[in-house]
């Protein structure tokens, strides 16, 4: 028999050694992930020495494929087929392939290796890189297919096009199926996206001066002062230099187009005036509208017809609204944005102020089902409120099983936990194809047992049947956000749709300009918040902590929103883009507008996208926290100019027309 004691010390030496082993483990896990973060730097410096060093050490890491791919990665230029081919073989079906398969096709097509390429493109899954969809179209158009079309719909930011998407345009040019207008039209919208190279390129296959073409972008202001020069080809090139002249001095580009104009066609004084009209659209100035007349018959890029039609509806010229959207290319006119204004268009052109009918009604219907920030619009214009959808029955521990036994899935928690957000979510994102709405709420269930509260959200918004409101608006930490907001009197369901937007509750969150936590809350505007609010002892590394980081940035949404006299709206868009642009854009009202007018016309994309999602977020959670139906319109309401006044408002409601 053993005595107690020679038990309890044997005991003790089995467990000790169990932890000690369960420490190597941890530490041998933790070494190999520094290995493998100090591999992915590798490849991205091309430093192939240190990338053979380091995946050296990882011959046992957990997850293989990536190590494999950084080897591949890292010398792609030489790498043989079969090299690849038994990759894509061994990994079969992880996301890492169709990764590297973007990868070996860009370089197939910089070889021209278009048997290859064809081979593989269809077998691309996510198909989402502009370059690869040009090689794709340059392949076509040398078997003699028509692609025309597609490249036109396809050419429409310079700033992502590379060598690829050059070539296309080239290889167009070539055999015809571009003309001098189509060249003349990325030659402006090269100006528009400030790419140099691209502008270059043009003129070189246009047989102009590519230096007048660089200076044009770079330096326009030299460009302007040399003159327009002749020929149709300078003067593509002129005015390209006065949309970047407009960009600095919108006064100064009006004289040199003036100047030039006898020596230029109609045609081209009126993409002159649209560059302008372009640049003077985010200033908002009142000669704005001038500018658009004057461009009136010329061919617009993207950004130029929907400016022109932003413009209209600050003037509230509903018939020119109209006539826009219907002028756009399809695939625009499609979308939410522009479906939902055109019925207001056709509303406000039959006279309608309530309940619409025919085309207005169809089109409002034709969205009403999106749970986005038009799709609420065009619910409330068909006459309904906004409400939260009842839930299915709960899911339970047996349909979340699979989902954690998914190596889709493990990968992705794997690369969250080592805060690669990149890889993580591609990971995910590659799980949830071809799972049903069921799985889905499944799925988000699961990246919440796992407070991956942005997969969450994202993975549960993917379902249409069923859904779960509950997933898709969190409201975590209430335990200190209900105290934060109820003492300063700040709409709890606006906060937590302004930090949907923000974080997506991710807690360490660290956007490009160095704006941390859930709140996204600078470390200057940190410190000037906890210096207004009494907080001595403010550190930046508080702005990491979730108490600290709701303290000041809800003091700081109340402090923003006082400035702007308690306007969310207002206060929305100054919380993202500062309250001196806010006060900007405000001046340039002379009395109150629509909201949703105002939020359209806002310069900024970003801020513009941020406002639509948060005023959208906060109706959601009103619905959810008071448990009855909202309405985005009474949220959003109207914004007016600082000091505007009940009297002043009533006298411009009656002043004659």
């Known amino acids: 028999m053993i005595s107690a004691s020679k038990w309890i010390a044997g005991a003790f030496v089995v467990a000790f050694t169990t932890f000690a082993q369960a420490d190597d483990i941890s530490a041998d896990s933790r070494r190999d992930d520094d290995s493998f973060l100090l591999l992915r730097d590798a490849v991205r410096q091309d430093d192939a020495s240190k990338v053979d060093f380091y995946a050296a050490r990882l011959t046992s890491y957990s997850i293989p494929s990536y190590v494999d791919y950084y080897r591949l990665k890292s010398r792609l230029k030489d790498v043989t087929a079969p090299e690849i081919r038994d990759f894509f073989q061994r990994y079969q079906g992880q996301a890492i392939v169709d990764r590297l398969r973007n990868d070996w096709l860009l370089e197939l097509g910089r070889k021209r290796d278009w048997a290859t390429f064809d081979e593989q493109y269809p077998l691309f899954v996510l198909n989402d890189d502009t370059q690869v969809k040009c090689y794709a179209l ?111 001095s919108t006064k100064l580009a009006v004289l040199a187009l003036n100047k030039a104009a006898p020596k230029m066609t109609a045609q081209e004084q009126q993409q002159g005036w649209a560059a302008i009209a372009l640049q003077s659209s985010y200033t908002l100035a009142p000669e704005t509208t001038d500018y658009w007349k004057r461009a ?140 049903s709405e069921r799985e889905h709420l499944a799925a988000a269930e699961y990246a919440r047992q796992n407070n ?108 923003v929103l006082g400035n702007m006299d308690g306007n969310e709206v207002l206060a929305t868009a100054a919380y993202n883009a500062g309250p001196g642009r806010l006060r900007t854009w405000r001046a340039t009202l002379t009395k109150p507008m629509d909201s949703t007018v105002f939020i359209e016309s806002i310069p900024y994309v970003e801020t513009r996208t941020y406002v639509k999602n948060v005023m959208s977020n906060s109706t959601y959670y009103a619905a959810l926290f008071e448990g009855r139906p909202q309405s985005l319109k009474a949220r959003l309401g109207t914004v007016a100019p600082k000091g505007y006044t009940e009297a002043e408002e009533q006298e411009t409601s009656f002043a004659p027309r």
């Open 138 to 248: 340059i392949s076509r158009a040398l078997k003699g297919q028509k692609v025309a079309d597609e490249a036109r719909a396809l050419l429409t930011a310079p700033s992502v096009y590379g060598q690829p998407c050059a070539d296309l345009i080239a290889t167009l040019y070539q055999n015809g199926q571009f003309n001098t207008d189509d060249l003349y039209a990325q030659l402006r919208l090269s100006g528009e996206h400030n790419a140099t190279g691209q502008a270059r390129r043009i003129v070189a296959l246009l047989d102009g001066p590519e230096k007048k073409a660089v200076q044009a972008v770079d330096l326009p202001t030299l460009a302007v002062a040399k003159g327009i020069g002749a020929g149709k080809v300078e003067h593509q090139i002129y005015i390209v230099a006065i949309g970047r002249l407009a960009k600095t």
């Open 296 to 435: 009136n018959g010329a061919p617009l890029s993207i950004d130029q017809i929907q400016w022109k039609t932003r413009i209209a509806l600050r003037n509230g010229d509903w018939r020119q609204v109209e006539n826009n959207i219907r002028a756009m290319p399809a695939a625009l006119r499609s979308e939410p944005t522009w479906v939902y204004w055109l019925g207001r268009a056709l509303m406000a052109r039959d006279g309608v102020t309530s309940q619409p009918t025919g085309e207005a009604l169809q089109l409002f219907r034709s969205i009403s089902d999106q749970s986005n920030y038009y799709g609420q619009l065009a619910l409330e214009e068909s006459g309904k409120l906004i409400t939260i959808p009842a839930a299915g029955a709960p899911i339970t521990p047996a349909e979340i099983a699979p989902i954690a036994a998914n190596p889709n899935f493990q990968r992705a928690l794997k690369f969250f936990n080592m805060r690669l957000r990149f890889e993580g979510t591609r990971e995910w994102n590659w799980g949830l194809r071809g799972l």
């Open 452 to 559: 991956i509260l942005d997969r969450m959200v994202n993975t549960s918004e993917r379902t249409r049947i069923q859904v779960d409101y509950t997933q898709r608006f969190p409201s975590p930490h209430n335990d200190v956000m209900h105290p934060a907001t109820q003492t300063l009197g700040l709409d709890k369901a606006w906060v937590y749709g302004l930090i949907r937007q923000e974080s997506r509750f991710i807690m360490d969150a660290q956007s490009h300009v160095g704006a941390s936590g859930l709140m996204q809350v600078m470390p200057s505007t940190g410190r000037w918040v906890a210096k207004k609010i009494g907080l001595t002892d403010f550190a930046q590394d508080m702005l990491s902590d979730v108490r600290y980081n709701i303290m000041l940035g809800t003091n700081y949404l109340n402090m």
